[in-house]
C-alpha cells in the first residue's frame, strides 16, 4: 500500500524544523548588523559548527547583541 504513516510524519516535521532553526538563524545572522564584523562572523561560526545549539544560544544572546 505505502505511504507515510503517523511516526514518519513526525520525524519528516522534527528534520524540517531542525533545519529551519538553522536556515533561519543564519539568514538572521547574516542580514543583522552588529557592532563590527567579527561578532557576525563568530555567530555564523557558531551557527555552522554546533547547528542546533548554537541557533538556540544566538537567539537566546546573540540576537540581542545586535546594533538598532
Not at 538553522?22 to 542580514?31: K, S, T
Not at 557592532?35 to 541557533?55: A, C, E, M, N, R
Amino acid at each position: 500500500m505505502g505511504g507515510f504513516g503517523t511516526t514518519e510524519l513526525i520525524i519528516i516535521f522534527m528534520i524540517l524544523c531542525y533545519f529551519g532553526l538553522i536556515v533561519f538563524a543564519l539568514i538572521d545572522a547574516l542580514r543583522s548588523t552588529f557592532q563590527d564584523s567579527v561578532t557576525k562572523l563568530i555567530w555564523v561560526l557558531v551557527i555552522l559548527f554546533f547547528p542546533f545549539l548554537g541557533s538556540i544560544i544566538y537567539f537566546v544572546v546573540g540576537r540581542n547583541s545586535k546594533v538598532i
